[in-house]
């Protein structure tokens, strides 16, 4: 089990003050660090450099894309005050955009494949410059299937209150991982229409009765299954290990955390369990929550959670991420200085549930919207099938969709109708959200930017149109988006 053999973007300052084991990365991560005491509104502009690296998974080489930032690894972490001032080079040898998921700027810095802003070709490179805000950002490529083959990233934005509270940031950032190619992946859903061959993998096998999935359903009988887990993966990563040789991150005196959980998975949700642990989520998708103590929580596609750790002793903590349905696992260890580490199961003993709301239905935005009744409400209706293979929005599959039209100043709601048996995680891009209604329930409940649609459920957003811009809104399954499930948010006059 190697320690400290993560690139030192994952560690805090005082872990690698804290830590004896020279690395050699460290020291420009150390310098910018030491500047934010006083960040310079000037700050150079950052090298982001899109690429190809080498993973090793259960003992194979995996050659997958990267994301690296300019100290060597992966992302980006900005200090309190610093602009995204980023150079994107791209030396992955294909075009490729990155889109700066939950991150509000002006839409053409997005990172999505409008036409109007086409993709970097090979051997490009493209700037960008906005304010960012503050929380638990990732990034990730919008071209094609490259999410899959890991072009993808943390972007954390730490604010002031963060830098006061002086807890060790630890991001924890979750992947599915398969030796196919991401094309193969996708033949393999859709080739064999109508065959059994065409369901999910541990469909029928890990069928799961609604009456396990917590969310109430509308009026389904207690004897219909849903669908879980579209893809058999080969590996599910954290920080880019597998649970048979997990990151271990040593904790420092006190042992006070700040666990940023992203999950940046393709296809794969999960449940983070602390195990022996107990936390406190402070933020969901980068946005403050008021504090809900957990110590097991559902982590749909593209989500992120902030969980504040108090370490109770000077142990050993594994903090593990369960797949939807399935006994199979990853993770990293929390592990205070010198306490032995040993080896973890790389299965759990049985089967997690689905996915559900069970914490959704507890989150409550610190800064809420202000009350107001919406200007214009869309109905989405989530559809489509594992076989044929193929989802859908209102009936359309991108890119032949009529865009949800919205002008500057409204208060917007979109009401999304799940009519399908499987989970759809809901982005919306360049707007922040609130959770406004669940099954027809209003509520003021967490703002965010990703959003589950149960199946057979409801969930309700709304949002101030501040942006102008074209806007992508999409199930984050890749799977789905890549057989249809995207739409267009737009205002008018817009070209
Ligand atoms: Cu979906």
Known sequence: MRENGKPAALLSRRQILASSVAIAGAIPFLTKERATAAPDPRATQLRLTAGTRTLDVNGKPARVFGLIGPNGNPGITLSPGERFHVDLVNQASTSTIVHWHGQLP???????????????????THSYDYAPIAGTY??????????????TAPLIVRSAEDMRADRQDVVLMLHDFSFRTPDELLVGLTKSEGSASAMPTGSMGNAM????????????GSSMAMDVNDIDYDAFLANDRTLADPEVIRTEPGGRVRLRLINGASATQFWIDLGVLSGTVVAVDGHPVRPVRVTRLPLAIAQRLDVLIDLPQNNAYPIFAQVEGKRARTGIVLAASGAPVSRLDVEAGENAAPVDLSLEHRLEAVSPLAPRAPDVTHRVILAGAMAPYAWSLNGEYWPNVTPLMIAPGQRVAIEMMNHTMMPHPMH????????????????????????LVPPMSSVT?????????????????????????????????II
């Open 106 to 124: 002006p839409w053409r810095q997005d990172g999505f494949p409008w036409p109007q802003t086409p993709p970097i070709l090979a051997g490009g």
């Open 138 to 151: 990732w990034m990730h490529s919008h071209q094609g299937m490259q999410e899959q083959s890991l072009m």
């Open 209 to 220: 009765n609604m009456a396990s999935g917590g969310m109430g359903a509308m009026n389904m």
């Open 428 to 451: 919306l891009h360049g707007h922040a959200f609130q959770v406004a209604a669940i099954n027809g329930v209003p509520r003021a409940g967490a703002v965010r930017d990703t959003v």
């Open 461 to 493: 957003i709304a949002f101030d149109a501040d942006n102008p811009g074209r806007w992508a809104f999409h199930c984050h399954n890749l799977y789905h988006m890549m057989t249809g499930m995207m739409t267009e948010v737009r205002y008018p006059a």
